[in-house]
């Protein structure tokens, strides 16, 4: 199918604040009302009075300037992923995932000989190997991926006890 087909459809099935949210969600850097209604395929005030809502709501960042623009609020996102968790998992299924991610974290620390991802050094790598760079850039980025789910977890543990302890989980 085209791509405007696809726009189309997508049209069809969502509407302006829908797409709009969609767009949001993959926007980590602020952009204006009109790249957003480019992006979502809707009129630029179609999409600055969904992105003042989202704003309202928490969902979306404002920063205010000329023009005004707005990026997804990430901490609002990491919360919904916590609720979520919590949610949807048991506490002890949560605490087997920690274990597995604190193993995982144990392993990078020991294959780099630091504590943490920050304290690892590329200079000692060769400027011209630039797949060894690339590799150790995709290492370090996945064991800053692993801290982020061990902390993200830790809190979905907290709420998923807190939710048993108000009676809301079996």
């Known amino acids: ?18 797409r709009i949210y969609d767009v949001l969600v993959g926007t980590q850097s602020f952009v204006a009302a009109s790249g957003f209604a480019e992006r979502a395929d809707c009129s630029e005030a179609g999409a600055r009075a969904a992105l003042e809502q989202l704003a309202e709501m928490g ?14 609020n990430d901490s ?21 995932r920690v274990d597995d991610l604190i193993a995982e974290d144990e392993s990078f620390q020991a294959r780099y000989g630091v504590p943490t991802p920050d304290a690892v050094s590329t200079a000692d790598l060769a400027v ?20 982020r789910d061990i902390r993200i977890l830790r809190r979905a543990i907290d709420r998923a006890e807190s939710r048993v302890g108000d009676g809301v989980q079996a």
């Open 59 to 72: 969902i979306a960042d404002r920063h205010d300037g000329r023009p005004v623009t707005y990026r997804r």
């Open 1 to 18: 199918m085209t791509e405007r087909g696809t726009v189309e459809r997508w049209q069809e099935g969502r509407t302006t604040f829908q």
């Open 76 to 96: 609002y996102f990491e919360w919904k992923r916590i609720e979520t968790l919590a949610r949807d998992h048991d506490v002890d299924t949560l605490r087997e």
């Open 128 to 147: 011209d190997d630039h797949e060894e760079l690339h590799a150790r850039w995709e290492s370090l980025s996945e064991w800053r991926t692993v801290r």
